[in-house]
């Protein structure tokens, strides 16, 4: 075929995720942003921002916020926020500041400096530097983890109830919350920046940076930045300008979209999207989540 002729096929990924029949079939030497592509072989490229079906793809840069479904990826660079549904990553590094998302992917042979969490498939023969985290079992089903080195502190196992390896403190309020995961805690008129909070009643805040929800409530709060939600409820917030949020069967109502918000289960409603605002649909492995009395600005 050309290009990547030695990489492996993908391995699907149960559910399939939607598959569009868009963009072009090679991207090479090339920055490759804001695009939804199946198919297609990617080489010596940048890429920010996208969406990936069964791609092959090799020396590639990802930046931003990028999801991958069923692809092969080989001597990358992952940087961002990055979640990957199946296929395969091999001799990659996950760089500092990052954080991906391994849905059902094998992966082998790479080098964690971010923020790695694991759900399913295989995760071996890697090595986790200073400033790398792996957190396994971080869904409803363990990664088979082997041949991994590196400070047994840097990696660790999230229960499946969700619940974090590490606890906060239970309130905080007017405050800068950096860096920390926090469980159960009363959370207001804060900015939080690149922290993982579980089972937290949030009002009044500001995120910034990546972070990630599990089972929280938001109430009167600004959403940008990079940030995954998963269940709980979001009512009266703004997801703000070049903000990307993944929203994963949660309850959301009230809300006002400038960014770009991709959902999957739960329920949207009585919310408006702004001009320059983005509402992606069943992006996050094929579940339709329940859109209803939704304004979008033209």
Known sequence: MGLCDDIEAPVPSAPPAPQPAVGKKEYKDETVEGQTVDGAVIVNCEVRDCTLWNCKMKTVQFVGANMLHNCVLENGKIGGRCTVRGGRVSNCEFAAGSMSDLIDCKTSVTRVSGTVKLSGGSFEWSEVEATGRVENETGVRKCAVSHVEGSA??????????????????????????????????????????????????????????????????????????????????????????????????????????????VAGGSFEWSEVLRGGLLEDAVIGGKKCKVKHVDRQK
Not at 230 to 249: K, P, Q
């Open 153 to 262: 502190a840097w990696i660790t196992t999230v229960n499946v109830s969700g619940e974090p390896p590490a606890v906060g403190k239970k309130e905080y309020k007017d405050e800068e919350i950096v860096g920390q995961a926090i469980n159960g805690a009363k959370i207001e008129n804060c900015e939080v920046r690149d922290s993982t909070l579980w089972n937290c009643k949030i009002k009044t805040v500001e995120f910034m940076g990546v972070n990630t929800l599990h089972n929280c409530v938001v109430k009167d709060g600004h959403i940008g930045g990079q940030c995954t939600v998963i269940g709980g409820n979001v009512n009266n917030c703004e997801f703000t300008v070049g903000g990307v949020c993944d929203i994963i069967n949660c309850k959301i109502s009230m809300t006002r979209v400038s960014g770009t918000v991709r």
